[in-house]
């Protein structure tokens, strides 16, 4: 299944290797694009959707939206721990989001989060890791239970960087009042990063939600590479672009999972739609499944991206 990410469509500068592209970078332009392509989305049958406060306008947004359609069947995703601070400020010289994983943050975010309710399912901690300490933070980790009992919200996590399966692993051992705290794991998983395929497979038979994040690479899928190579060669036979290949190969390689498209505007997302319509064989899964480099060189590569 399909869902959508509002990481590029809530604020005017995201992390990707668009270059000199010039687009209307206003709030109203924002708003409208992303309505547009939350209509295109929810009309071609996508029903999971995630943001975060650190998405810019990306909660505003997509419960503006959900209040002027009043659809039931849809199921929203957001986050906390991180604030976005480049307050729509073009060029922003900074980092744009501030991480603070502490209790005063999630009580303050969930504040805002919770009028996404009552669509909103999935609460995550966004981007956890063991240097937030946010993993053994006994105060957090309650108020999150807390929240799950009155809600029946799944709680989650998302992680990010190179050591994504310990960060997993030590998540899935997380008990509050003895009870497993964590229902839904949102991850990076594409062509080139394979790192996280087999603790995944654990993740599934536990019965865990998985979301997969960042299918594309942030785009990094079409520059020149052996994985672009072979992309282009199954998007020829399939008559689809690279990029929904790519997340094909999410799609085929994880089960029951959610890939989020981050497409920035409807043209993309129908394109990333297509990877909907046909199924990778074995061997074009083993070929694809070869494209993989290791976590330490991926992240690195990531963490050289640009806001733009
Ligand atoms: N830590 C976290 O929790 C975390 C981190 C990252 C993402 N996420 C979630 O995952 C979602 C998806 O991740 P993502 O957007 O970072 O990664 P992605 O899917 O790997 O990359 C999305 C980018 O690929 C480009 N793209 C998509 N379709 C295209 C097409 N047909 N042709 C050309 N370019 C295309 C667009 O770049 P341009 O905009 O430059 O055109 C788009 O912004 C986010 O929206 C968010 O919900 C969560």
Redesign the pocket.
Known sequence: MIG??????GRPE?????LG?SIDKSEASYKENAFKVLDAAYSNGVRFF???PS?GKGEFFLKDWQATRSYADTVLST?WGYTYVANWELGFSSAHEVKEHSLSKLIEQWDTSKILLPNLKVY?I??ATFESGVLENIEVLKKLSEIKAATGLKIGL???GKNQKEVIKAALEIKVNDLSLFDSF?V?Y?VFEQDTADILKEVHVAGKFI?I??????????LPSTAQEILQQLASKYKV????IA?RFCIDSIPSTIV??????S???E??LKALTFKLTEDEMKLLKSCKVDAATYWKERSDLSW?
Do not use: P
Request: aromatic share 6%; hydrophobic share 35%.
């Open positions: 959508l990410g509002l990481a590029a469509l995201y992390l990707n290797i668009r592209t995630d943001t975060a998405y986050k995550q966004h981007s998302t992680v990010s949102q990076t594409n979301i994040k960042e299918g594309l690479a942030n785009g990094r899928v079409f672009g690279i990029d929904a997340l989020l498209s981050g497409a920035s505007d043209q993309q997302l394109e990333n733009n």
